[in-house]
């Protein structure tokens, strides 16, 4: 009889531990940017008619012109659909932000920050 239970205790145990699972996801922020971003980038097509640059490195975000936008110390994830979430400290104003990246193909990249309707994109072209 002591078998039995034992037996039905474990069959038991095996059949409800992978139900409970784990819930939590693990860590998704990668240090640095992706590297299909890095380079030199300017929109042609801005509001205002002027040329914004940009400048993406293996740890930092430069964009802007006289109101700098600088993403140092950069971390990123992955957000699906090629788009990229970056984060990272501005040394102007003390203080941290995030950008999001929509990668297009080698020549074409998107810009937008958070919380903004995705048809204020901005887009950049290598150059």
């Not at 501005?90 to 995030?98: E, K, L």
Request: charged content about 15%; hydrophobic content about 30%.
């Amino acid at each position: 009889m002591k078998i039995k239970n034992i037996l039905v205790t474990a069959i038991a145990t095996l059949a409800f531990v992978p139900a409970l699972g784990n819930t939590t996801q693990a860590a998704t922020w990668y240090h640095g940017t992706p590297k299909i971003f890095w380079g030199k980038w300017k929109s042609p097509y801005p509001p205002m008619h002027t040329t914004w640059k940009m400048s993406i490195g293996r740890t930092y975000v430069h964009n802007g012109l006289s109101d700098p936008d600088f993403y140092n110390h950069a971390k990123y994830k992955y957000l699906g659909h090629h788009v990229y979430k970056v984060y990272g400290e501005n040394p102007f104003y003390h203080s941290y932000g995030a950008i999001y990246l929509k990668w297009y193909n080698h020549n074409k990249i998107g810009t937008n920050y958070p919380h903004t309707p995705a048809k204020y994109t901005t887009i950049y072209h290598r150059y």
